[in-house]
């Protein structure tokens, strides 16, 4: 931390200082087995220093997929928030997989999806839905809870 506030040769408000020191990226992975049966668990979780690139965020979940040791061959589907760091073409993270992937000698092939809970926001706010979204996103967040 004494690293960061040196670097930035400036003072920082407390939220900037808490913001610059918190961000951290969650890694979910959700399989199927051969009774179709789903199951979803958190991966990892990493702290992002400084910048939140496609490229850190990459070399993230890289990190994370090989620490577990899981096949490249076995993915088949990456959701993001949309976010340029995620679905840039030339530097996000769905290109950045979809590479990788080229390059373990993957026969799949990888589908992006957006997530569901920032589509249905888009959605709620295109058709002035707001009333429905406000009941959706608390009955989200209490079950997630």
Not at 94 to 120: D, F, N, S, W
Request: proline share 2%; charged share 25%.
């Amino acid at each position: 931390m004494a690293k960061e506030i040196a670097q930035a040769a400036r003072p920082f408000t407390e939220g900037e200082f808490l913001k610059s020191c918190m961000i951290k990226l969650a890694i979910f992975i959700r399989g199927v087995d051969s009774n179709l049966r789903v199951t979803e668990e958190i991966l990892d979780i990493k702290s992002m220093h400084g910048t939140t690139t496609g490229k850190d965020i990459f070399e993230n979940v890289c990190q994370s997929v090989t620490d577990m040791k899981l096949p490249w061959d076995k993915l088949i589907g990456l959701t993001t928030d949309g976010a340029p760091a995620m679905c840039g073409e030339r530097s996000g993270i769905v290109r950045r997989m979809r590479v990788k992937m080229q390059e373990e000698h993957c026969t799949g092939e990888l589908t992006a999806y957006h997530c569901i809970i920032h589509q249905e926001a888009l959605c709620g706010k295109v058709l002035k839905m707001d009333h429905v979204m406000i009941t959706v996103t608390q009955t989200v967040n209490f079950i997630r809870s």
